[in-house]
């Protein structure tokens, strides 16, 4: 999402893969009809509107059951934005349809896609599954001893180390302007991105100061959010880029034509 964000708020545009330069060109460009954009945006600021309200808790001195409140009522505000992209967006977004982004890649026989598939569906879902147990002792019972539930294996929650441990630059979205046609969806998307880093400075939880409810509940809140923003926000994205950039690349072969 850094990268998404980049490409949009810096004056030239920004790589969005080691090989992909995204010109900032391509976002401001004119006749390009992007789906069902007033829903992209009233869901991007939605997150956005939330996502703040986290910031503020975590800016200050770190309170583990502040941030887990705050982490449930978000919870709850995406899967009601999920629901929305659905019904509009169909299998655009979701776990369906989502192993050419995400999938393991195919090893000749289109197992690989397959298993690929499988582990998508079945990740996103896994967190309703374990939502329905309700006691401490199912809970405990459940993830004591699963490792692969610790928090720095979850996708926006691991701790940088060594020369990662720089904080990202500083982002000033007050001094960046957004024109074009699409300027108000390009100006959604770069408060979200901005606003998603938010979960990526977390503090570490702390099992002395929270119980093992608060713990797992948590854990699973920090999944959910970094697999909504995998599945939803950035597939839409992702999505668009690809017609931008398609029709950004014919205009070109055209002017080079004649």
């Known amino acids: 999402m850094r990268c998404l964000y980049q490409s ?40 956005s509107a939330a996502l703040a309200k986290l910031t503020i808790i975590q800016s200050g001195e770190p309170d583990l059951n502040a941030i887990y409140e705050e982490m449930q009522a978000l919870e709850g505000l995406l899967d009601r934005v999920q ?42 879902l896994s967190w309703r599954k374990l939502r329905s147990k309700n006691s401490n002792t199912a809970l405990a019972s459940s993830f004591g001893p699963e490792p692969g539930f610790d928090t720095p294996s979850l996708p926006m929650a691991t701790p940088r180390t060594g020369s990662d441990s720089q904080k990202p630059p500083e982002r000033n979205l007050k001094s960046v302007s957004f024109t074009g046609p699409n300027s108000a969806y390009i100006a959604a998307l770069a408060r979200v991105f901005d606003a998603a880093q938010v979960l990526d400075q977390l503090p570490p939880i702390d099992s002395g100061k929270l119980s093992r409810k608060a713990q797992v509940g948590l854990e699973l809140s920090q999944r959910h959010a970094a697999e909504f923003f995998g599945l939803y926000i950035c597939r839409f994205v992702l999505a668009d880029v690809t017609i931008l950039l398609d029709k950004f690349l014919k205009k070109g072969t055209e002017w080079v034509g004649s």
Request: some cysteine; charged content about 20%.
């Open 83 to 124: 629901t929305m992209l659905s019904k509009k967006l169909g299998n655009e977004v979701g776990a369906a349809g989502a192993t050419a982004l995400y999938g393991s890649g195919s090893n000749g026989d289109g197992g690989g896609m397959e298993s690929g598939k499988a582990s998508v569906g079945k990740s996103y």
């Open 8 to 47: 949009i708020a810096h004056t030239r545009g920004g790589y969005i893969s080691a090989r992909l330069f995204v010109p900032k060109d391509v976002w401001l460009q004119k006749g390009v009809k992007i789906k069902a954009v007033d829903d992209k945006i009233s869901a991007c600021d939605l997150v």
